[in-house]
């Protein structure tokens, strides 16, 4: 039998997952039971996109529902209380700066099921966090990129 695989998390994007499960639940699929029955009422279906447009809606938020169940049931939240403070880790916030470089960058290294890349959040599985996870502050790291590498050096590691 395979492993499950477990979905390793802090703690609040565990909250944010049960969250949108809850509005999965309680208020898009509602809603679409709805679209699904007025579209219904307009007569032949098989003409009727505005039923087939709900349909595929519903396929999608039942989808979602299963994978967010899936996630919440293997979720492994991640406690940094034995993480040392200077010291990247999951859950941490990280700002480094390029070597030679002047703009700093800050993430938040998260579980994959959390990562949000615009929003300043990595997956603890990418390239930079695989890189950054143990180093501490101070430290310089070589990050490996499709095309070559970069070397960081860590400005300032912190619990937000």
Not at 52 to 60: G, L, N
Not at 118 to 123: M, R
Request: a negative charge; proline letters at 3%.
């Amino acid at each position: 039998m395979a492993d499950t695989k477990t979905y390793q998390m802090t703690r609040e994007g565990y909250e944010e997952l049960e969250a949108e499960l809850e509005n999965l639940k309680l208020v898009k699929r509602p809603e679409v039971i709805e679209r699904i029955k007025v579209a219904r009422s307009y007569g032949d279906l098989s003409e009727n996109s505005e039923y087939e447009a709900a349909k595929d809606e519903q396929a999608f938020v039942e989808g979602r529902i299963s994978t967010v169940e899936t996630m919440i049931r293997n979720a492994e939240i991640v406690d940094n209380a034995g993480v040392k403070r200077n010291e990247v880790a999951l859950g941490k916030t990280v700002t480094f700066i390029e070597v030679g470089e002047k703009d700093e960058e800050t993430y938040k290294i998260v579980g994959s099921a959390e990562a949000d890349p615009f929003n300043g959040k990595i997956s603890n599985e990418s390239p930079i966090a695989v890189a950054l996870i143990g180093q501490k502050t101070g430290d310089k790291v070589v990050i490996p990129l499709p095309v070559g590498e970069m070397t960081v050096e860590i400005v300032k590691v912190s619990n937000k």
